[in-house]
């Protein structure tokens, strides 16, 4: 069965630092998404991509915060200047096709990020 | 916006009873209540989903009931095995909200053998 593969699954960086997080989604779906969940938390909807450009996003999603698919086949999500309260889990998910608002949201198996 | 509240955060069974997860949501435009289950290390899994069409949905084990006048959808597990051991995330999603779904807090089950 197809997946959504994300890496790096464990990425530690230094606060101010830039990062990137990466996802493939599965090859024919069209929407794409970002969430997170804080270690004890809810799972929180940051962003979600459609047509190359975001459909919604979140107060989360502020300014250091940016989406990108690069390629026909890599969506990434970067933060400029990481602080200690971006320490999550970060999960990219993607759904199907046109016809496809109620299809099923498939995740990856997340991006644990660290901000020391 | 949409609020998803979800109980109890923890629950232990003992093998082969039956496990019940229920869930609230805010919003009455919500139409599509997805469940996920979520192993150790591993990003949710899609386990079973329903819409607001229907009142119940029924995958082996699994069994999803949706009440919408009362804004509750509730997950039951039946003869629970080990390996259903694991956190479990309900969600909601509003066409009035956009296209993303909100999450329950989880529950952690614990089958004991």
């Known amino acids: 069965e197809p997946e959504v593969t994300q890496t790096p699954s464990h990425q530690v960086t230094q606060m101010g630092q830039e990062v990137i997080l990466r996802c493939v989604p599965i090859?024919?779906?069209?929407?794409f998404y970002w969430y997170r969940q804080i270690l004890g938390q809810k799972v929180e909807f940051l962003v979600s991509?459609?047509?190359?450009?975001?459909?919604?996003k979140s107060e989360i999603f502020d300014d250091q915060f940016s989406v990108e698919r690069p390629d026909g086949s890599n969506f990434t999500l970067k933060i400029r200047s990481t602080k200690l309260e971006d320490s999550a889990m970060y999960f990219c998910?993607?759904?199907?096709?046109?016809?496809?608002?109620?299809?099923?949201?498939?995740f990856g198996n997340g991006t644990r990020l660290t901000v020391t | 916006g949409e609020n998803v509240e979800q109980h109890p955060s923890t629950l232990s069974v003992q093998e082969g009873d039956s496990a019940v997860i229920k869930c609230t949501y805010s919003?009455?435009?919500?139409?599509?209540f997805p469940w996920y289950k979520q192993e150790l290390g591993k990003g949710p899994q899609l386990i079973i989903d329903i819409r607001s069409n229907v009142g119940e949905k029924k995958d082996q084990r699994i069994a999803v009931t949706l009440n919408k006048t009362a804004k509750h959808f509730s997950l039951h597990i039946t003869e629970t095995q080990p390996e259903d051991s694991a956190v479990y995330f309900c969600?909601?999603?509003?066409?009035?909200?956009?296209?993303?779904?909100?999450f329950g807090g989880g529950t952690r089950v614990l089958v004991k053998p």
């Open positions: 969600a909601a999603r509003s066409r009035a909200a956009g296209n993303k779904l909100t």
């Open positions: 998910a993607s759904k199907g096709g046109e016809s496809s608002y109620n299809s099923p949201l498939h």
């Open positions: 090859s024919n779906h069209l929407y």
């Open positions: 991509f459609y047509n190359n450009e975001i459909s919604e």
């Open positions: 919003d009455s435009a919500s139409n599509y």
